[in-house]
C-alpha cells in the first residue's frame, strides 16, 4: 500500500521560503514521475511541479524559476523548495505518485503566505 506523507507546510510572509517534504513508503521515488499539486479554497486542484517520465521536471508558469522540485532516493522522499512566495502561493499542497492526477495521494500540507 502506497502511502505518501507531506510536511513543512505553515505561515510565511511574502519573499519568503519554505521546503515542503514528503515521505514515501510502499513505493520507491525513483520509479515514480512524482509530483507536487496544490489547491487554493475554491479552486481546482493545479499541478505545481511534476518529475517527467524522461528524468526531467516540469514546472507551472506560475511557479517557474522560485520553485524546485527534488529527491533524494535514499530516504525515498521527495522535496519542493519554494522561495520568493507569493500571496497567490497560499494553498493546500498536496504530494502524488504522477502528474496526471491519477496516482497515489497524500494528506496535503498547508502553506499560507501573509502579504
Known amino acids: 500500500q502506497v502511502q505518501l506523507v507531506e510536511s513543512g507546510g505553515g505561515l510565511v510572509q511574502a519573499g519568503g521560503s519554505l521546503r515542503l517534504s514528503c515521505a514515501a513508503s510502499?513505493?520507491?521515488?525513483?520509479?515514480?514521475?512524482m509530483a507536487w499539486y496544490r489547491q487554493a479554497p475554491g479552486t481546482q486542484r493545479e499541478l505545481v511541479a511534476s518529475f517527467t517520465s524522461g528524468g526531467s521536471t516540469y514546472y507551472a508558469d506560475s511557479v517557474k524559476g522560485r520553485f524546485t522540485i527534488s529527491r533524494d532516493n535514499a530516504k525515498n522522499t521527495v522535496y519542493l523548495q519554494m522561495n520568493s512566495l507569493k500571496s497567490e502561493d497560499t494553498a493546500v499542497y498536496y504530494c502524488?505518485?504522477?502528474?496526471w492526477g491519477v496516482g497515489s495521494w497524500g494528506q496535503g500540507t498547508q502553506v499560507t503566505v501573509s502579504s
Open positions: 502524488t505518485t504522477n502528474p
Open positions: 510502499g513505493t520507491l521515488v525513483r520509479f515514480n514521475a
